[in-house]
Every structure is written in C-alpha cells, then in structure tokens.
Nanobody, 124 residues
Framework: QVQLVESGGGSVQPGGSLRLSCTAS????????MGWYRQVPGKQRELVAS????????????VKGRFTISRDNASRDNAKNTVYLQMDSLQPEDTAVYYC?????????????WGQGTQVTVSS
C-alpha cells in the first residue's frame, strides 16, 4: 500500500512562487516514477512533471523553465520518499488542483496512486 500526502498549495499573484511537497509512505519498493498532475474543472487531468527512480525528469511544455521537480529518498528501505515541485513565475493559467502521483509495477500489474490534491490559485 502506498500513501501520498501533499502540502504547499495556496494563492499567489502572477509572477510569484510556490513549492509543493508530496510525501510517499508505505511499500515503495516497486514505485518507479512519481510526479505531479493538475486538473481544472471540465478538463482532463494532465501531467505537469515526473521523475523516475533513476532521476529521469519530464516536464510538460507549458511549465518548462518555470517549474522544477526533485525528490528526496529519505529512507534507505524505501519506506518514505518526498517529491517536490518548485513553481516559479506562476501565471493565471497555472491555476488548478495539483495531484501527486506514483506509479508502481508489481510483476505484470500496474498500480496508480494519487494524493488528495492541493489547490493552486494564481490571481491578481
């Protein structure tokens, strides 16, 4: 079982910054990628950024150069892992609910785990 707990959302003016954190706990042994998605009402959830166990990073085009994803594997036994999303130069179009995601592969099965979501609002 994998649990994801997010923090760090809030309201900010255009051009401001926020840092999201997602702490993953539980059996993380087969988690191979973690990342952040976002969703606005009426639209599909979209990938913002992801980082693999081997530190391969991917960003959606709209956030390249403004957002930075990083991770901290604080536990040697894979019982805890924290992923951060540093968001700079925020714009109103970044307003969304941001969800932490972890993908886990066990034998031939794939499992997706989601956090509860955190609201990010960019407005003047």
């Amino acid at each position: 079982q994998v649990q994801l707990v997010e923090s760090g959302g809030g309201s900010v003016q255009p051009g401001g910054s926020l840092r999201l954190s997602c702490t993953a706990s539980g059996n993380l042994r087969y988690v191979y990628v973690m990342g952040w998605y976002r969703q606005v009402p009426g639209k599909q959830r979209e990938l913002v950024a992801s980082i693999t166990k081997g530190d391969s990073i991917r960003y959606t085009e709209a956030v390249k150069g403004r957002f930075t994803i990083s991770r901290d594997n604080a536990s040697r036994d894979n019982a805890k892992n924290t992923v951060y999303l540093q968001m700079d130069s925020l714009q109103p179009e970044d307003t969304a609910v941001y969800y932490c995601h972890a993908a886990q592969s066990v034998l031939d099965d794939e499992y997706d785990h989601w956090g509860q979501g955190t609201q990010v609002t960019v407005s003047s």
